[in-house]
T-cell receptor, first 114, second 117 residues
Framework: GENVEQHPSTLSVQEGDSAVIKCTYS??????FPWYKQELGKGPQLIID?????GEKKDQRIAVTLNKTAKHFSLHITETQPEDSAVYFC?????????????FGTGTLLAVQP | GAVVSQHPSWVICKSGTSVKIECRSL??????MFWYRQFPKQSLMLMAT?????????EQGVEKDKFLINHASLTLSTLTVTSAHPEDSSFYIC?????????????FGDGTRLSIL
């Protein structure tokens, strides 16, 4: 079945450094790839997304890249701050776009050390 | 502010009790709502897709008679965990979307923590 792999499972960086999280998906029909930040006891919050007709998207300190041929997409956070500490999930739509069901990666616990 | 609200945020009940969780879209009409379950330190697993006015579609391995879903209006979907047991204890999260409107991705609620004693 459809699958999304995410690495690393934990990531510790110093404040001000960059953090990169990588995901691989299996469904060739996926065309929407969101990234979520989840804080303890809360639901996931969309931080950035990318669609298959775009290779890169940036929003201030956050960027996402997509290699559709290799079925890889990555989250890049620059100038990390302690408040960036959370669990981050990638996801891929199944059989379509943003309003289709999502398959989530296994999550990355990011710790930004002050 | 929140565009998807879940209620209750936390519930503790005895084994054998049925528990209803509400998911409301606050500022848009959601044709589709998704229900996820998340165990501690794990990812979100899709349980079912709920379309307004029709029967929910359940993922493989999810018992439809155990997890009853009703999506009677464009702003409300409910998940009822029937005869809940300790193994049903989990974090249940809904999301809401307008099918086909790609510029408006699905929004997630803040989840309901269910603890069965």
């Amino acid at each position: 079945g459809e699958n999304v792999e995410q690495h690393p499972s934990t990531l510790s960086v110093q404040e001000g450094d960059s953090a990169v999280i990588k995901c691989t998906y299996s469904d060739s029909a996926s065309n929407y790839f969101p990234w979520y930040k989840q804080e303890l006891g809360k639901g996931p919050q969309l931080i950035i997304d990318i669609r298959s007709n775009v290779g890169e998207k940036k929003d201030q300190r956050i960027a996402v890249t997509l290699n559709k041929t290799a079925k890889h997409f990555s989250l890049h956070i620059t100038e990390t701050q302690p408040e960036d500490s959370a669990v981050y999930f990638c996801a891929a739509s199944i059989g379509g776009g943003a309003t289709n069901k999502l398959i989530f990666g296994t999550g990355t616990l990011l710790a930004v050390q002050p | 502010g929140a565009v998807v609200s879940q209620h209750p945020s936390w519930v503790i009940c005895k084994s054998g009790t049925s528990v209803k969780i509400e998911c409301r879209s606050l500022d848009f009409q959601a044709t589709t709502m998704f229900w996820y379950r998340q165990f501690p330190k794990q990812s979100l697993m899709l349980m079912a897709t709920s379309n307004e006015g029709s029967k929910a579609t359940y993922e493989q391995g999810v018992e439809k008679d155990k997890f009853l879903i009703n999506h009677a209006s464009l702003t409300l979907s409910t998940l009822t965990v029937t005869s809940a047991h300790p193994e049903d204890s989990s974090f249940y999260i809904c999301s809401a979307a307008v099918r086909g409107i790609e510029r408006k991705p699905q929004h997630f609620g803040d989840g309901t923590r269910l603890s069965i004693l």
